[in-house]
């Protein structure tokens, strides 16, 4: 059984909530691990459906082109763009052919065979690959440099180190503290406790102590009054360069610039 955290009033502010565990089955995401054979007893029907799933698991372990699969409109859908990997690779191939059209073209063409004349006629489909290939190259490289500016805003936030969480790295939020004395984020505890696979593991992050109540079947969490006031008066600086409060500084950076999808909840 998985055990999970509910906590009704997570986006209450002061309320500490009830955290408890309810047990939940786990559901394997692993397509390998789905069984080929048909189970006993099927009925005819059961028994094409589980022929088709079986098929189609293995055209996508096989890495069958999903380009020809129809679309909603019934219309074949478009092939996915190569990764930047495999246009780079692809890219060097076509300058290879290339330049072997290249060395026929200096030749006389009277001196050529069928085959060597087929490859000259490929000469503008290649042309036409190549563009397709470095638009590709272009456009990843462009798409790495947004995001490298994104990542270098998000490294002009500032506040002071006394008020960061040490599950998320970022300022606190809805702080709360640990029996041991250790203080996180609200949702950072939450998160700990949520994916713990048995009671004995919802523990404290930096020192493995043990937060869960077996009695009482809940999480012995408290609220950090005394470091939430210190947070509305301490202040920090966005990446955009506005001062404000620690206390509403996660939220204003979640609806900021580009650099927002970064500090998402």
């Known amino acids: ?7 009704p009033s997570m986006a209450s502010d002061d309320d500490e909530g009830e955290w408890s565990f309810v047990a939940r ?12 054979e048909p189970p006993e007893n099927l009925s005819k029907a059961a028994a094409r459906n589980f022929e088709r799933r079986r098929r189609r698991r293995a055209r996508a372990n096989s890495g069958e082109d999903a380009g020809a699969r129809p679309d909603a409109s019934g219309r074949p ?6 990764s930047e990997a495999e246009a780079s690779k692809q890219l060097r191939g076509v300058e290879k052919r290339l330049r072997a059209v290249a060395e026929l073209e200096q030749k006389d063409p009277a001196s050529l065979d069928a085959a060597a004349l087929q490859k000259l006629g490929r000469r503008d489909a290649l042309l036409a690959a190549r563009a397709a290939l470095t638009a590709v ?4 490289a462009r798409r790495r440099e ?3 500016a994104v990542y ?9 180190e006394t008020y960061e969480c040490a599950c ?16 996180f984020c609200r949702a950072c505890v939450a998160t700990v406790a949520r994916r713990a696979t048995r009671p004995a593991d919802v523990t404290c992050p930096l020192c493995r102590a043990p937060f869960y109540d077996g009695v009482s079947k809940k999480c012995r969490v408290t609220v950090a009054e005394k470091t939430r006031r ?3 008066k301490a202040s920090g600086a966005c990446h955009c360069g506005r001062t404000m409060p620690l206390a509403s500084l996660r939220e204003h950076l979640r609806r900021c610039g580009a650099a927002a999808a970064y500090f998402a909840p």
Request: charged letters at 25%; aromatic letters at 4%.
């Open 230 to 232: 210190r947070l509305r």
């Open 77 to 82: 859908a478009a092939p996915a763009p190569p």
């Open 152 to 160: 270098e805003a998000t490294e002009r936030v500032e506040f002071e």
């Open 1 to 7: 059984a998985h055990y999970s955290v509910t906590n």
């Open 137 to 140: 190259l272009e456009n990843a």
């Open 168 to 183: 998320c790295r970022e300022v606190l939020e809805l702080p709360v503290g640990l029996p041991c004395g250790h203080e």
């Open 146 to 148: 947004a995001a490298d």
């Open 25 to 36: 089955p786990r559901a394997s995401s692993n397509a390998d691990s789905v069984n080929d």
